[in-house]
């Protein structure tokens, strides 16, 4: 079964710092992995998707690397802003049969003025 | 326009209720899901429709109904719930449900609370 794990749940940083968000997964027979933002009580909103077949997708001051073979992905946030907070979830969708995600626990970001 | 939208944005029901949650969306997508999310956990996928017709039930009680009137509606039937049951109700949509490349696009949620 797939397991998908993400570190650190909890993040802290000053406004300006970049950072890493790091997702890894336990099976490699995945056709993508998706970023989300979820702020609280909201919904999710899709950051990034990385096909199997890619390296990494940039959008923004967001930066998503994925490495298949090693069962990891990060998320890397440049110029953090207060707005940036939220919780990011990484979520992967196994390949064959339908589009459904399996989603890590995430990682809570509060960025601070 | 990428919106999925959900009604009502919160419901407070007791056990003896029956309520429905809505979902729409006006992309044309093919595939509608239910997810369920508690507090400070992933969501969990609870149902997967695909042109209309259910494609996933991931071992849902029978009290949680899904219905999908057409390609841009998806419903939620609630009957005898539980307390346990309370939390957020995210509905999404992709293109497709077996798409290779979708995206899958999240409404805002319902936040259920049974008493």
């Known amino acids: ?113 | 326009d990428t919106e999925v939208t959900q009604t009502p944005k919160h419901l407070v029901m007791g056990m003896t209720n029956k309520k429905s949650l809505k979902c729409e969306q006006h992309m044309g997508h093919r595939a509608m899901y239910w997810y369920k999310q508690k507090a400070k956990k992933p969501p969990e996928l609870m149902f997967v429709y695909s042109y209309e017709k259910l494609s996933i039930n991931e071992s849902v009680p029978s009290r949680f109904s899904p219905e999908c009137p057409n390609s841009s509606l998806l419903n939620l039937h609630l009957h005898a719930l539980q307390p346990e049951d309370s939390a957020l109700y995210l509905c999404a949509s992709s293109q497709a449900a077996s798409g290779l490349t979708d995206t899958q696009y999240f409404g805002p949620g319902t936040r259920l609370t049974v008493l």
């Open chain 1, 1 to 113: 079964k797939q397991e998908v794990t993400q570190i650190p749940a909890a993040l802290s940083v000053p406004e300006g710092e970049n950072l890493v968000l790091n997702c890894s997964f336990t099976d490699s027979a995945i056709y993508n992995l998706q970023w989300f933002r979820q702020d609280p009580g909201k919904g999710l909103t899709s950051l990034l998707l990385i096909q199997s077949s890619q390296r990494e997708q940039t959008s923004g001051r967001l930066n998503a690397s994925l490495d298949k073979s090693s069962g990891r992905s990060t998320l890397y946030i440049a110029a953090s802003q207060p707005g940036d907070s939220a919780t990011y979830l990484c979520a992967v969708r196994l390949t064959g049969g339908y589009s459904t995600l399996t989603f890590g626990k995430g990682t809570m970001l509060l960025v601070s003025p």
